[in-house]
């Protein structure tokens, strides 16, 4: 995510120059980031929710197509989250947080509350592990989080009934406002991902077994499908392999990709992990980022990796998913993407099968004109990322994401946007051979 949405999440000049720079490198699609579909207070992510954002979102597309000369198809992804809580100052746990239970009360030998979490809170860690539930030592030292297996509460539990409307009005908003289609957010740490996750164990004929976990999903794909018009693209995003204990491997995976190609899907794009599950404890007073743990790696590696590297590591589980796919009759093209920063890696991808289109997002942010100077054959001039993942630092703080190549450089250009912090330009500046940046033109 770009993190240049506006206070209410509808576009605003950020969006539009930011993604005018991308098109100027015609690449053959963009898909505009995660644009959540509830509409609810959600700080500077993108918002698809009301009618009201669709003007706004017209106006992104428009500047698209006009910067890439009508080259660059244009889709939007559409996403579902639930809350997530930052980890809380202890002593406001144990004071205003917790929700007193007889045991808690028998625990501490009390039955008077303000006694009781006094006493919690003065509680070593290893004998307070033993009073908690495993959700309350959960929200103390990682803060809530939502769940869709918290079916005792309503609102957790109606999901099924509401998020197929919702996904399907988002998406008649998207073709209003001129898109080429839409991409369901079916990965990572969001909803819908934790319902086809092999973690959803929810008992209410919405989890537990593969046919439960694909129910909400395939239902969600067949309301999409059915409300917007035969020539406007409607695919998903989902995961290879979820890359955590008892996560949903690659061989579930392959069952999955086929019931929702069946269902009606126009593309599949594939990613792995960036799971909540397995991510790393945050400071107090920060939420968890599904980034920092190992499924995270896998979803944005590192140049500091293992023996198999940053590059590729998505490759084999999709090229298993596309095969699988073909064998039960589905043409529909699969996307893989992670870890590709090279025109010969994304060629090799293509004539090897691997998939039908190639994704990337971390070397356009380096370079939006990557492909254009490849075309025009200035390839030596290519800024290559590095995968410091810098840009995910920034992501991780939701602050407006750059890359380190170049937001430093030529401040004091005419016309160079600056970042909030006024230490950044927001866009990449426009290069040509030798590396020499030789205007700051936008459309």
């Given amino acids: 995510m770009s993190w240049r949405a506006e206070a209410d999440g509808s576009v605003g000049q950020d969006t539009l120059a930011w993604y005018e720079r991308i098109a100027l490198g015609r690449p053959g699609a963009i898909v505009i980031e995660a644009s959540g579909i509830r509409d609810i207070p959600s700080g500077p992510l993108l918002r698809i929710s009301d009618d009201r954002f669709i003007e706004g979102l017209s106006r992104l597309v428009r500047a698209i197509r006009a910067a890439s000369d009508g080259q660059t198809r244009v889709f939007i992804q559409i996403i579902d989250f639930l809350a997530i809580r930052r980890r809380p100052d202890p002593r406001r746990y144990f004071s205003d947080f917790l929700v007193l239970r007889d045991e808690h009360r028998k625990a501490m030998g009390t039955g008077d509350d303000t006694d009781v979490r006094a006493r919690l809170a003065a509680l070593p860690p290893e004998e307070l592990r033993e009073v908690l539930s495993a959700s309350e030592w959960r929200d103390l030292n990682w803060g809530a989080r939502e769940r869709v297996t918290d079916i005792a509460q309503a609102a957790i539990r109606d999901l099924p009934l509401h998020l197929p409307g919702l996904f399907a009005r988002a998406a008649c908003r998207a073709e209003a406002a001129g898109c080429d289609g839409v991409e369901l957010h079916y990965a990572h740490a969001y909803t819908m991902a934790s319902f086809l996750s092999a973690t959803n164990t929810r008992t209410d004929g919405w989890g537990g077994s593969l046919e439960g976990r694909v129910r909400l999903p ?226």
């Avoid at 406007?232 to 491997?249: A, K, P, Q």
């Avoid at 107090?284 to 896998?298: D, Q």
């Avoid at 939006?368 to 630092?393: F, S």
């Fill in 218 to 443: 395939v239902d969600v794909i067949r309301a999409t499908r059915q409300a917007v018009g035969d020539g406007f693209s409607v695919g998903c995003r989902m995961l290879s392999d979820e890359c955590i204990e008892g996560g949903t491997t690659v061989e579930e995976a392959i069952w999955i990709a086929t019931r929702l190609g069946e269902a009606g899907l126009d593309f599949l794009s594939l990613s792995r992990g960036g799971k909540f599950d397995d991510a790393a404890q945050p400071k107090i007073g920060e939420a968890a980022y599904p980034y920092t743990g190992p499924s995270g790696y896998e979803c944005i590696p590192h140049a500091i990796s293992d023996e198999r590297g940053p590059f590729g590591r998505n490759i084999e589980a999709s090229r298993r998913i596309r095969s699988a796919l073909r064998v039960a009759g589905l043409d529909l093209p699969v996307v893989c993407a992670g870890g590709v920063h090279s025109l010969d890696r994304a060629e090799r991808m293509l004539r090897s099968d691997v998939c039908d289109i190639v994704g990337s997002a971390r070397q356009f942010m380096a370079d939006p004109d990557w492909l254009e100077k490849i075309r025009k054959g200035e390839g030596g001039c290519v800024r290559v990322c590095t995968y410091t993942n810098y840009c995910e630092g920034l992501d991780q703080k939701h602050k407006q994401v750059t890359c380190r190549l170049w937001d430093r450089e030529r401040l004091d250009a005419p016309n160079v946007r600056l970042a909030a912090d006024g230490k950044r330009r927001l866009e990449c500046p426009v290069v040509t051979s030798g590396d020499q940046a030789v205007n700051d033109r936008r459309p």
